[in-house]
């Protein structure tokens, strides 16, 4: 298959970066919303609705065309999909904070504000007890999701480990 010239690859890297922005930005974003006290239901649920906003904007496509851009560079650059060990490590955490994101977090998420929205504009004490452990779940994984992707970011950036062929 034939491989990106230099500028090409300069152009990839420069997506891939952006989106790796993006999706990074977006999940610390939405865990400082998560952890942000709120005084009372409806700051809550802006919170929350904020957080969702960033999510479907950000995060989502940030996420997934980051894993387009990594795709092409497995298949039009040297670097390949699995041929260093940092680049499998990349591959196996960053596809595991897309599962737990989409299959953990945002349902979670979606159940709160779905339960929250009936009663936050009547309601005027925040309904912590409603949402107890989940509420403690998603701002738990929002906080470990940023964490884990900027350690992606470093682990890019410094390409740890020693090739896996010699």
Same mark, same amino acid.
């Given at each position: 298959?034939k491989?990106?010239?230099?500028?090409?690859?300069k152009t990839?890297?420069?997506i891939h970066?952006l989106?790796?922005?993006?999706w990074?930005?977006?999940?610390?974003?939405?865990a400082?919303l998560y952890?942000?006290?709120?005084?009372n239901?409806?700051?809550?649920?802006y919170?929350?609705?904020t957080a969702m906003?960033?999510?479907?904007?950000l995060v989502?496509?940030?996420a997934?065309?980051?894993v387009?851009?990594?795709?092409?560079?497995g298949l039009k650059?040297?670097w390949?999909?699995?041929?260093y060990r940092?680049?499998?490590v990349?591959?196996i955490?960053?596809i595991?904070? !897309?599962?737990?994101?989409?299959? %953990? =977090?945002h349902? /979670?998420a979606?159940?709160?504000?779905a339960?929250l929205? +009936?009663?936050? &504009?009547?309601?005027?004490?925040l309904?912590?007890?409603l949402?107890?452990?989940k509420?403690t779940v998603?701002? !738990?994984m929002?906080?470990?999701q %940023? =964490?884990?992707? /900027?350690?992606?970011?470093?682990?890019?950036?410094f390409k +740890?480990?020693k &090739?896996?062929?010699?």
């Amino acid at each position: 298959m034939k491989q990106f010239t230099p500028k090409g690859m300069k152009t990839l890297k420069t997506i891939h970066l952006l989106l790796i922005m993006m999706w990074t930005i977006g999940v610390v974003m939405m865990a400082i919303l998560y952890w942000q006290p709120s005084s009372n239901s409806l700051q809550f649920l802006y919170n929350q609705q904020t957080a969702m906003l960033i999510d479907y904007s950000l995060v989502i496509p940030g996420a997934i065309c980051a894993v387009i851009t990594g795709i092409l560079y497995g298949l039009k650059t040297n670097w390949g999909f699995f041929k260093y060990r940092w680049l499998t490590v990349k591959w196996i955490v960053g596809i595991s904070v !897309i599962l737990i994101g989409t299959f %953990g =977090l945002h349902p /979670i998420a979606t159940e709160i504000i779905a339960n929250l929205s +009936p009663i936050a &504009s009547t309601d005027t004490h925040l309904p912590t007890d409603l949402f107890g452990a989940k509420l403690t779940v998603i701002k !738990i994984m929002a906080l470990v999701q %940023g =964490l884990v992707l /900027i350690w992606l970011v470093y682990v890019s950036v410094f390409k +740890p480990w020693k &090739s896996t062929k010699k």
